[in-house]
């Protein structure tokens, strides 16, 4: 099964790089608020993309991200200046990525790879820029091309025209629950990298693999 995969395609947010890195600058920013900000800004930010699709009010990635952290500041109840909002803003585009990540590439580089984000060029490609991962990737894929979030179909549909391949042949990753509903339900193979350890969503769409995190993907080189 593992020779019939031609692609690996992973999700960028959370499955390569730590969202949650964004608390250093935000403590530095409001002190003893890091964790909350972080936490407050993720959930908003998908929401507000979940919104927007069903609302037919796409707008790009950057502006949804920017609209949620004004919205978790005002939440938390913290003083919210242009300024500030700038600085975390930035700080999303030099996110880390987790330790496994590089040489994971390195070691599936036998296979195309390609990462396939609702994140914005805007802010897609400047984060792998700066990670130094950039030339290991065949393929840069933002939703923005077609201004379709996942989990849509189409969203999908993008990502499998640009690789050329047949749905069969490729192996996706995230480490969003809902990311791999979506991408199982359009008919690639799966793979979720649970870093959370949480349980399986409740849809009857279970990924092919569950991994704790990238060093699982080695068993499909």
Not at 3 to 14: E, H, N, T, W
Not at 120 to 125: A, G, P, V
């Amino acid at each position: 099964m593992t020779q019939s995969i031609k692609a690996l395609v992973f999700d960028v947010y959370g499955t390569l790089f730590d969202v949650h890195a964004v608390k250093a600058k935000a403590d530095e920013l409001y002190p003893e608020h890091g964790a909350d900000i972080s936490q407050v800004w993720r959930q908003k930010q998908l929401e507000y993309s979940f919104l927007r699709q069903l609302n037919g009010q796409y707008v790009p990635f950057s502006q949804v991200t920017r609209d949620a952290l004004r919205y978790a500041l005002l939440q938390l109840k913290l003083h919210v200046t242009e300024e500030n909002i700038a600085a975390l803003m930035e700080a999303y585009l030099e996110l880390s990525h987790y330790e496994e990540v590089e040489a994971v590439l390195h070691e599936m580089s036998g296979k195309q790879l390609a990462v396939f984000s609702n994140g914005s060029h805007d802010m897609l490609d400047s984060l792998i820029e700066q990670s130094g991962l950039g030339s290991l990737f065949d393929h840069i894929i933002s939703v923005d091309d077609i201004k379709q979030y996942k989990p849509t179909p189409a969203a999908y549909m993008h990502a499998l025209n640009t690789l050329g391949l047949k749905r069969e042949e490729v192996l996706f990753m995230s480490s969003n629950g809902w990311d791999i509903t979506g991408a199982k339900s359009f008919g690639f193979r799966t793979a979720w990298i649970n870093r959370s350890g949480l349980p399986v969503e409740e849809l009857n769409l279970d990924p092919d693999s569950i991994y704790d995190d990238l060093n699982g993907l080695l068993e499909w080189k």
